[in-house]
């Protein structure tokens, strides 16, 4: 099966500039994730979807990022505007959902974002 | 607070020996799930193996393992048989069911694999 897409895979922009990032995932998973790597730490949750409603973006800063997710399957992600501490990869995951379908997540390869 | 807890920012093992990273965890909750996760330079995260918290068995994945110890809060991965493909972060995730299985991460353990 195809794995989940993300665009773009690098992007450098300024600070105070805007930036979108998209994320395709499986077909059929109706859960998608955003997550925040700074480098040298784990991945961050930025925001839960479940089909097109959100399920948690309490660590989603508000104030200049915002996502969503339209007819339930493509998602972006937006940072408007941007701050040098923003300087991150940004992962995208989708996986199927049911009460005890945990059953890991399929990751995309992350947009490289560097704020200058 | 969940918090995840890699005490071992790097690792190092020799080709073809055993290396076991280290993983604690903090939560109240009964229902969780508990993941190994490799992160190549390439970026993408890739499963390892995967613990239910209501299976007292150790999950086994071809030549990696766990040590579960739901008490202790502990959750160790052990490489077998280690391989120059085995280079890597190794991040340990928590999941609960009390956040529609959202993943909480560690800081991670770099692995190096030397001939």
């Known amino acids: 099966e195809a794995g989940v897409a993300q665009s773009p895979r690098y992007k450098i922009i300024e600070k105070r500039q805007s930036v979108a990032f998209w994320c395709n995932p499986i077909s059929g998973h109706a859960t998608l994730y955003w997550y925040q790597q700074i480098l040298g730490q784990g991945p961050k949750l930025l925001i839960q979807f479940q089909n097109n409603g959100v399920v948690d973006d309490s660590q989603l800063p508000k104030d200049r990022f915002s996502a969503e997710r339209l007819k339930g399957v493509d998602s972006t992600l937006k940072i408007q505007p941007a701050k040098l501490e923003d300087s991150a990869v940004y992962l995208c995951a989708s996986s199927l959902w049911s009460v005890r379908a945990n059953y890991g997540y399929t990751f995309g390869s992350g947009t490289r974002l560097t704020v200058v | 607070a969940q918090t995840v807890t890699q005490s071992q920012p790097e690792m190092s093992v020799q080709e073809a020996e055993t290396v076991t990273l280290s993983c604690t965890y903090d939560?109240?909750?009964?229902?969780?799930?508990l993941f190994w996760y490799k992160q190549p330079p390439s970026r993408q995260m890739i499963l390892v193996i995967r613990?239910?918290?209501?299976?007292?068995q150790n999950a086994t994945e071809n030549r990696f393992s766990v040590n579960f110890q739901k008490a202790a809060k502990s959750f160790s991965l052990k490489i077998s048989d280690s391989q120059l493909g085995d280079a890597a972060m190794y991040f340990c995730a928590y999941s609960p069911s009390n956040s529609g299985y959202a993943l909480n991460f560690g800081k991670g353990t770099s692995l190096l694999v030397t001939p």
């Open positions: 939560t109240s909750e009964s229902d969780y799930y």
């Open positions: 613990q239910e918290a209501y299976k007292q």
